[in-house]
């Protein structure tokens, strides 16, 4: 689980999206948003104005604003300090409102940050929420070079030494995108979904043996590096003897799958040894897999051929 996330973390990461005003409550800005100790049960965080289960995140658009406007000036000014003595983290002021004139100075007096964005209460929320699912998914760490193969996540794994940067560099010379190389960080943002990304401290970089460091970014471009992507497919290389190679499933090849969060994340095994083009082994990989997804498969195909020749026989 990551480090405490901030109301300025949030500001940062969400200011252009959203369009946000920072009003008020500017001392609020070091209130901790989501830590380790966040309930991941719901993983409710944003919400409209709520009295009984109060958000870390209110809320407030036209029809709170219309509600708080509606009620006479005690029960008003209850209602405003009941917001603010729940303690909410942020309170968000959407739909271009203006909210109440005191809500400003009171957001100042209980430092609690108070922001303003002109787009739909749906939509701060869904972006809201979705920063905050981030957060809470489950993560992991895996050894090896994740990219971007003909469109597809493909994660290289395979034991050390074994190839996998210096395949990987000569794939993004055929115009392929690195992700992260050595500890790519994935996260499950669906039930059936594994996102990956590179940590910060690694980005751009890839670690050739006999090269050192490269900047793929500075090499090749921008092209040449993709933010994030999902993983689709595992092409696991392993080193073998022609003896090996040749004791392999001509047919159907080594197709398995692999754990990864509790998402079943399909995984092909290539072998590696002298005068084998692995860059094309890898990209015919992910076409067949592509074929695959679509209901074609060749092994099955080839097979009914047989069966008919012989019948037709």
Not at 90 to 98: C, H, P, R, S, Y
Not at 148 to 160: I, N, Q, W
Request: hydrophobic share 40%; net charge negative.
């Amino acid at each position: 689980m990551p480090h405490s996330i901030r109301v300025r973390d949030l500001y940062e990461a969400l200011r252009e999206r959203l369009r946000l005003t920072w009003i008020a409550g500017e001392s609020g800005a070091d209130n901790t948003l989501l830590s380790p100790d966040t309930d991941a049960s719901t993983g409710i965080i944003a919400g409209p104005l709520n009295y009984i289960h109060p958000n870390r995140v209110q809320v407030i658009g036209p029809a709170e604003e219309n509600y708080i406007d509606g009620l006479r000036s005690p029960n008003r000014q209850q209602a405003l300090q009941t917001l603010f003595a729940e303690q909410p983290a942020l309170v968000v002021l959407v739909n271009g409102v203006k909210g109440p004139p005191e809500l400003p100075g009171m957001a100042n007096q209980a430092g609690v940050a108070l922001m303003q964005s002109p787009l739909p209460d749906a939509q701060v929320l869904d972006n809201l929420q979705y920063y905050a699912s981030l957060f809470l998914s489950e993560k992991t760490t895996l050894h090896g070079v994740f990219l971007e193969v003909l469109g597809m996540g493909v994660l290289l794994t395979g034991d050390p030494a074994v190839g996998k940067s210096e395949l990987a560099l000569d794939l993004i010379t055929r115009g392929n995108r690195l992700v992260a190389d050595d500890a790519p960080e994935f996260t499950r943002i669906a039930p059936d979904i594994v996102s990956g990304t590179c940590p910060p401290l690694l980005r751009e970089f890839l670690e050739v043996r006999g090269l050192g460091i490269l900047n793929i970014r500075a090499m090749f471009g921008d092209s040449s590096m993709k933010r994030q992507k999902y993983l689709r497919l595992i092409v696991h290389l392993m080193r073998m003897s022609a003896e090996q190679i040749s004791s392999m499933d001509r047919l159907s090849g080594t197709h398995t799958s692999r754990d990864v969060l509790g998402v079943s994340i399909p995984q092909v095994t290539v072998p590696v040894a002298p005068g084998r083009n692995l860059s094309v082994l890898v990209e015919s990989a992910v076409r067949n897999h592509l074929l695959r997804l679509k209901g074609y498969d060749a092994t099955e195909v080839l097979i009914e051929r047989q069966q008919q020749a012989i019948l037709d026989q």
